[in-house]
């Protein structure tokens, strides 16, 4: 296949988690004497559950593979007794699942499992209807355990702060190792199969506490019993489960004594019975992590407000991975520092208000600051960790309410520099795939990107594709940290130029006619210019500036022009750089030069930081722009918003971040609302936002808990979580997905989306939203990108990948025919280096 050829995206359809082999061609195969569809050198076991077929599986996982460790899928398969695990779909086979051979396979299969585990589902805290071991023994219909349970002499391990491992209840059946060696890719499980007595290694036998584990929580996640648990569950999840240990003994040995007289049958009775009464309080509700832009969901288990466990499986992006934050990392739900009441500042103290008294303190001061000073004497930060619905409401409140252009997020510093490096060169300032389409490239490159840190479970992908083969990495970073290990090749420029070796890379390609010139000349405008503007840069200019043998840059750009697909990532290290967007353009010029766009397997991926920041600009929270990116200086979008709002957009660009608190210095900004950001932290020169706080005549402060910024407010008040409300967020890869409330708010605290609709009422403007819904159908009223995003849509774990169009056809793959110009053609974008230098201010131009 030739670069310029577009293959459709298969990102639509896939089961979750990691890319599996290709499929073959389609054939068909008779099952239990029904012909059924499948595909050539698919597993067969995957076509007898398509097909609904009850079969055993106890060491198969679809997100793992064939593991092949337990034998109880046993099948005949042309009158020969096998796993269907292990077997490849053959055109006109013939497989029978239910004979006397395949039956005798299984118990028998079954029965060795059972040996290595101590069955007692009456009293299990894993007793909740997805236990792969007790549901199998129902499959199969067996009433006597013919081999005894033999301990293992192992003592517990306990030594995780998150889950605990439980030898004695381990069946060995590979699926812990499978997941932390080739999904996980950490490599610290295996099973030392030559031991006297097997079990699970953590680095070759350490406590799981000293070990290289990083709690990701692969390995409870596909554990098929109790072996492996979350220590959150443990005394918590049953009827029975809490009970003293002496007790809960005497139980497991009453319910041994009975099984010789009545079977196992009558006592799995009572085990379902007792499993389904926990449905009467134990919830399952789906949630989006808050963590970061990898956009992971999940099932969170809760009793009340407590968190059992959360239970990844089904998620776009994730399937079956977490990392310790997503699968561990929601103490701070419940925590007792928690605000639960507003705060009204009182001299140099704050005293505890009601929630009427400090939104009419909001609302008289913000409306006797907009008549003494103009409404752009009030500015507006939104969270990138609220839901879309928040942040529309915040830009809202701040155009419609107020009547100014000053709305900001803190994408202002990580993810607008390569938003507008990409929509110069591409149109779109978004990842241009997904992280599927990552997976399928035979080259990845970081720049600037700690992504096994930042972004576990995406950096996961490229792990699992290198170790596989089908991918080579290569890393520019300052650090070496574990992906710079990993990879292929490492590589350290000095810091602050990476766009200099980039730009060097790509003249090298022009001038030894390496670029894809079908490519260019069908898709491309720009390249004469482009190609004078980096003159300058020689391999040997590039050596001296960033530290990097031109010989190495010789090699690197002759393997990108040869390579089928192109993947490059990059991150903070790259768009916190003065020329930051200057540098994510002369990337997206690379991969515009050597036709890596618009096919499975490459584009450009700037990785988001927090678990909204795409959605954070998707929504409209900037000076200039409203949803969807929508200028608010073009006339088409001031009239639709006109009749949707009743006001006329203002087209002069409004206050960014570090604009802000420069014009409370200076007198001309009064007021400040602040949701969910710790700026006097997080942003740079602390001293300068310290003052630009304390020269505010009026600040609000939104968030969790009494942060640092909190102290310079006059009004605090306290949000509610993510696990405590509705509404959608937007990944990296512009994946838009619903969160459901996993329990109420904490008493005395709201969700933000009703914070802004109080003080807007209190103002004059009548909002009557009574749910997120409701939001997000304005949004697709007033956005393209977002025309076909409904509710409906996005119901349970589906997603959509904007630009939706608004019969909910979502683009996962972006420009596989048209780059988004009105002449559907992409842009070089002329070569500006910005050298590495020590502002003597934040300026808001180093982008």
């Not at 390609?509 to 894809?516: A, P, T």
């Not at 949004?779 to 977002?786: D, E, G, T, V, Y």
């Not at 002449?823 to 280096?833: F, N, Q, T």
Request: net charge negative; proline share 5%; glycine share 10%.
């Amino acid at each position: 296949m030739g670069k310029t050829d577009v293959p459709q995206s298969t990102d639509s359809r896939h089961t979750p988690g990691p890319v599996r082999p290709a499929r073959g061609a389609r054939v068909h195969i008779t099952v239990d004497g029904v012909a059924q569809e499948a595909w050539l050198g698919e597993p067969l076991i995957d076509v007898i559950n398509r097909a609904q077929i009850p079969l055993a599986q106890v060491c198969y996982h679809p997100q793992l593979g064939p593991i092949q460790t337990c034998d109880t899928c046993s099948v005949e398969i042309g009158g020969v007794v096998g796993r269907a695990c292990g077997t490849p779909v053959q055109a006109g086979m013939v497989v029978r699942t239910q004979t006397t051979a395949a039956r005798t396979a299984q118990r028998d299969a079954y029965d060795r499992i059972v040996s290595n585990h101590d069955l007692y589902c009456t009293v299990c805290d894993n007793n909740n209807g997805n236990c792969t071991v007790h549901n199998t023994l129902g499959v199969l219909g067996i009433q006597h355990q013919t081999r005894p349970f033999q301990p293992k002499g192992y003592p517990k391990d306990d030594s995780n702060p998150f889950y605990r491992y439980d030898p004695d209840q381990c069946i060995l059946c590979g699926r812990c190792v499978e997941a932390c060696q080739n999904v996980q890719v950490n490599e610290t499980l295996s099973i030392d199969w030559e031991a006297g007595q097997p079990r699970v290694l953590w680095d070759g036998g350490k406590p799981i506490g000293e070990s290289s584990c990083v709690s990701c929580g692969h390995c409870v996640t596909v554990c098929p019993c109790n072996a492996l648990q979350e220590k959150s569950m443990l005394g918590q999840a049953g009827l029975f489960t809490g009970i003293p240990l002496p007790v809960w003994n005497a139980a497991i040995d009453v319910v041994k004594g009975v099984e010789g007289s009545t079977g196992l049958k009558p006592i799995m009775n009572v085990s379902e019975i007792e499993s389904a009464a926990r449905d009467r309080y134990i919830k399952k509700t789906k949630t989006v992590c808050t963590y970061c832009g990898v956009g992971c969901s999940f099932d969170v288990w809760t009793d009340e407000r407590h968190i059992l466990k959360v239970e990844p499986g089904e998620g776009h992006a994730n399937g079956i991975s977490t990392c310790v934050k997503g699968k561990f990392g929601w103490d701070y739900v419940n925590s007792g520092e928690r605000l639960t009441t507003p705060l009204i500042r009182d001299g140099e103290r704050f005293r505890e208000a009601t929630w009427d008294e400090a939104l009419d303190l909001i609302a008289w001061r913000f409306g006797e600051i907009r008549a003494q000073h103009g409404p752009d004497a009030l500015a507006f930060v939104a969270s990138s960790k609220s839901t879309n619905e928040e942040v529309f409401l915040v830009q809202k409140f701040a155009r419609q309410v107020i009547g100014t252009n000053n709305v900001d997020n803190c994408s202002r510093y990580c993810q607008s520099p390569a938003t507008k490096g990409l929509s110069q060169t591409v149109g779109i300032g978004g990842d241009s795939g997904t992280i599927r389409d990552i997976e399928h490239a035979s080259l990845v490159i970081t720049i600037g990107s700690n992504t096994a840190e930042s972004h576990p479970v995406l950096a996961t992908r490229i792990k699992r594709a290198q170790k596989q083969g089908r991918t080579r990495v290569i890393v520019f970073d300052l650090r070496e940290h574990e992906l710079a290990r990993r990879a292929d090749q490492f590589i350290r420029p000095k810091p602050g130029t990476d766009f200099v070796w980039i730009s060097a890379v790509n003249k090298f390609i022009l001038d030894h006619g390496l670029e894809d010139r079908p490519f260019l000349d069908a898709r491309v405008t720009g390249l004469d210019e482009y190609r004078e503007s980096v003159a300058a840069y020689t391999l040997e200019y590039a050596e001296q500036e960033t530290g990097i043998p031109a010989a190495t840059l010789e090699a690197l750009a002759r393997q990108i022009a040869a390579e089928e697909g192109v993947c490059v990532l990059w991150a903070m290290g790259v768009t916190q750089q003065c020329g930051g967007s200057d540098t994510s353009a002369a990337i997206s010029n690379m991969l515009l030069l050597t036709g890596n766009y618009g096919r499975t397997g490459t584009g450009a991926y700037p990785l988001r930081g927090h678990n909204n920041v795409q959605g954070a600009g998707d929504m409209g929270a900037m000076p200039d722009q409203v949803s969807g990116y929508q200028k608010v200086t073009n006339p088409v979008v001031v009239d639709r918003h006109e009749r949707e709002w009743g006001i006329r957009l203002r087209p002069d660009k409004g206050l960014d971040n570090t604009e802000m608190l420069d014009a409370a210095l200076e007198g001309t900004l009064k007021s400040l609302w602040i949701t969910g950001e710790e700026m006097s932290l997080t942003d740079s020169n602390a001293n300068h936002l310290a003052r630009g706080f304390e020269a505010l005549e009026f600040l609000v402060v939104q968030d969790l808990y009494f942060t640092n910024t909190a102290r310079y407010a006059d009004v605090v008040l306290p949000a509610a979580a993510s696990l405590e409300k509705e509404g959608t967020f937007t990944s990296t890869e512009r994946r838009m997905q619903r969160l459901y409330q996993v329990m109420p708010p904490l008493k005395g605290t709201r969700p933000d989306w009703q914070i802004y609709m109080a003080v807007a009422q209190r103002l004059g403007v009548t909002w009557t939203y009574t749910h997120p819904g409701e939001i997000m159908a304005e949004i697709a009223r007033l956005s393209p990108f977002f025309a076909g995003v409904t509710y409906e849509r996005l119901e349970g774990y589906g997603s959509l990948c904007w630009p939706v169009a608004e019969d909910g056809t979502d683009t996962p793959l972006l420009y596989t025919e048209r780059f988004h110009f009105p002449d559907g053609k992409a842009k070089l974008h002329p070569a500006e280096y910005r050298p590495r230098q020590q502002p003597r201010a934040v300026s808001s131009t180093c982008t």
